[in-house]
């Protein structure tokens, strides 16, 4: 069996599927990734899925603030920066994901296989350290409904293992009296590799009330115990006191005025502060004949956030009808996954299973002009995910191959309610979700450069505890808000040309029923609702290759017919998603020593709401990076500078789906510029 670090690097993530067997194609020519399973590789041609991987070092420099930056030139994602440090980025793929108030829905996020995405589904990609990422990749389509509770995809990203013994320092400055400061020390011998990373980011933000303060730390430890074992230990500590929120904008506000802020917000003095705490344990063996892998984690999240009103209502018969305006979580969360994946001649088969539970603790506060108030909320919540998938990959002939799975998960909600003043009633009771999804493809390489393949698959999604806190009347858990089911097609064709350039076009359809969306949203207070149907259907296409030696081309282009399928608001785009967008970079080296880069960005109008009365207008962005390195006997000083929105244009960033009072803008930044400075040592 062939096997190498690259291998090593992908068979522990969270797509076994494709580590079976696949070639991985990068969105940059010089990346990829070749997995075997046998003697005999996979080429990137067969892979039966829209699957892009992403190495960090070709992307524009960045303050490694936002994780959505990398992910901009990935077709069939949406990757929203709010540049409100309070709401996290927003990722949406196919439209999956449009729901999120903050944080990350619908989709399955992972870091070198452990779960970003908690067992209900929510995630905040602002929990890790992104210093230390080499790649990503986002698998999308019918393949992803195996990966669990998320029908819309699966984002992975890759760390970069030590291979030396080093130390390196970095500092990275903007306006807004941004500044992010990184160390990062490391070990390495032949079997053993360890490695220590702190940073500290600290920014007054683009608008008032907009400022944040983060500390982060993170430990790895890798230990190739012998030829058959490897162990790889993880610790992230994310403590981020400060994440003021100035809210987002109305439309006639925003076009008065984007970088104003909402006197609420300064009234109610809006906030929030986090503390993340994670670790994990994983070992993986190998042998001839397959591989295996044991992983198990656990964490805490503490979560204070004031929203910009009081809640404190009473009713005529002195009921309280509001939960508060103050958000205490403390919650706690563990999972392990084991799976053996056994090799045949011209198959692979993969069996596993996952358990993971979650345990919140949710208090609700009134408001009192940014103090807390009042007790009107004290429950427990607790969510576990049992589930257990089968997948295979067939070599059916030269020409032809399959792949597929099935899972089968079963989801629990319950609840604890100790505060029963709210309404004189006991909002405790629990729901439980069992659910199968399974998925198949089959690829045809018709020529020696082209292939063509079709895919099929069923998934679900349920509603994350956040979605079901809120009801629009009263208090207690929104137990009429059920999981969303979907069906999807996928039909793509790849063609790899000379001098290195590859197309990948891509066909899709999904149809889901009572999908999950938001029905009122007020001031950062959002309740959830299940559609009947809704239909999507798009094309995507990326195109990349070198110009010349030195110039290197990325295009990637998306396009969605996202529409609700039934009553009053049929025909309607979902909102939050936009139908069309493209994304352009152009990599120019002209030394080995200098690399110049442009980057453009295009997004279509898009709908905030179901009526469709309003959309945030459409907008292209340019952004410009510069960097020079350094090389000595032993240090590297790496230099860059960048400049994003080049002609300053106005635009929406992201927009809050919904929002009840008509604050549906999060304005983008104007012309910005950034410098980064690294030094690094080796010993």
């Known amino acids: 069996m062939l096997y190498s670090a690259v291998f090593r690097k992908l068979t522990y993530t969270g797509l076994p599927l494709l580590a079976a067997s696949f070639v991985v194609q990068s969105a940059e020519v010089d990346e990829t990734v070749v997995v075997t399973a046998t003697e005999s590789e996979t080429p990137w041609l067969t892979t039966a899925a829209s699957i892009d991987r992403v190495n960090v070092e070709n992307t524009l420099p960045s303050m490694n603030i936002d994780a959505g930056d990398a992910l901009a030139g990935v077709a069939g994602i949406q990757a929203d920066n709010r540049y409100n440090y309070a709401q996290d980025a927003r990722l949406v793929v196919r439209g999956f994901g449009s729901r999120a108030a903050f944080g990350v829905r619908g989709l399955q996020l992972n870091v070198d296989g452990i779960p970003l995405s908690m067992p209900d589904g929510q995630a905040q990609t602002s929990s890790f350290i992104l210093d230390n990422v080499d790649s990503l990749e986002v698998l999308r389509g019918p393949l992803a409904t195996l990966y669990g509770n998320s029908g819309g995809g699966v984002v992975e990203w890759f760390s970069s293992q030590p291979t030396e013994t080093a130390l390196e320092w970095g500092g990275q400055f903007s306006e807004n009296d941004t500044q992010r400061y990184s160390v990062n020390a490391q070990w390495a011998t032949d079997t053993k590799q360890l ?19 983060r500390q982060q730390q ?44 909402v006197q609420r917000a300064i009234d109610f003095n809006t906030r929030k502060d986090i503390h993340h705490r994670q670790g994990s344990l994983s070992w993986f063996h190998e042998r001839d004949s397959g591989e295996g892998l044991v992983s198990v984690w656990q964490g805490d999240r503490d979560i204070e956030q004031f929203l910009p009103f009081a809640g404190d209502d009473i009713n005529e018969q002195g009921i309280y009808t509001s939960s508060g305006a103050v958000i205490d979580v403390s919650r706690q969360f563990e999972g392990a996954h084991a799976r053996w994946r056994q090799l045949g001649q011209n198959w692979s088969a993969t069996l596993g299973a996952q358990l993971e539970r979650q345990q919140d603790h949710r208090f609700g506060y009134v408001n009192d002009n940014g103090e807390k108030g009042e007790l009107r909320r004290d429950e427990f919540n607790w969510i576990d995910n049992a589930s257990a998938y089968l997948r295979f990959q067939w070599q059916l002939s030269a020409e032809w191959s399959a792949t597929g799975g099935v899972r089968y998960s079963d989801i629990s909600y319950d609840v604890k309610d100790y505060f029963t003043e709210l309404d004189g009633a006991d909002d405790s009771g629990s729901s439980e979700f069992q659910e199968t999804t399974a998925a198949a493809s089959l690829t045809w390489q018709f020529l020696p450069s082209s292939a063509t393949y079709f895919s099929v698959g069923q998934g ?32 793509g064709i790849k063609h790899q040309l000379p001098r290195n350039w590859r197309l990948h076009l891509a066909f899709f359809g999904i149809e889901s029923d009572n999908e999950i969306l938001v029905d009122q949203s007020t001031d950062g ?38 529409v609700f399928g ?113 030094w690094r040592r080796r010993f």
């Open 525 to 562: 207070r959002t309740t959830y609702r299940n559609a009947s149907e809704t239909s999507r259907e798009g094309a995507e296409l990326t195109i990349n290759g070198a110009l010349t030696q030195q110039l290197n081309l990325l295009v990637s282009y998306s396009y969605i017919d996202a």
């Open 195 to 213: 490695q220590l990373i702190a940073t500290d980011f600290q920014t007054d933000g683009p608008r008032r009330h907009n400022s944040a303060e």
């Open 218 to 261: 993170a430990v790895r430890w890798y230990h190739q115990w012998d030829d058959q074992n490897r162990f790889v230990l993880r610790y992230d500590n994310n403590d981020a006191p400060l994440l003021q929120d100035p809210s987002a904008l109305t439309p006639e506000a925003w076009r008065e005025d984007p970088t104003q802020t």
């Open 460 to 491: 679900f999604e349920t509603p994350t505890l956040t979605e079901l806190a809120y009801r629009n009347q009263g208090s207690g858990l929104n137990r009429e808000l059920g999981p969303s089911t979907n069906e999807q097609w996928e039909w």
């Open 566 to 678: 039934e009553g009053p608001l049929q025909g309607n785009q979902l909102p939050g998603v936009a139908e069309s967008q493209g994304y352009l970079r152009l990599n120019w080296q002209p030394t080995e020593q200098w690399l110049v880069q442009v980057s453009g960005q295009y997004r279509d109008d898009t709908p905030v709401n179901d009526a469709n009365d309003t959309f945030a207008p459409s907008y292209t962005t340019w952004n410009f990076a510069v960097s020079r390195e350094w090389q000595w006997t032993n240090s590297e000083l790496d230099v860059w500078a960048r400049v994003d929105n080049i002609t300053d244009k106005d635009y929406v960033s992201a927009v809050v789906v919904n929002q009840g009072s008509g604050r549906s803008f999060e304005p983008g930044i104007g012309r910005q510029a950034s410098v980064g400075i690294s």
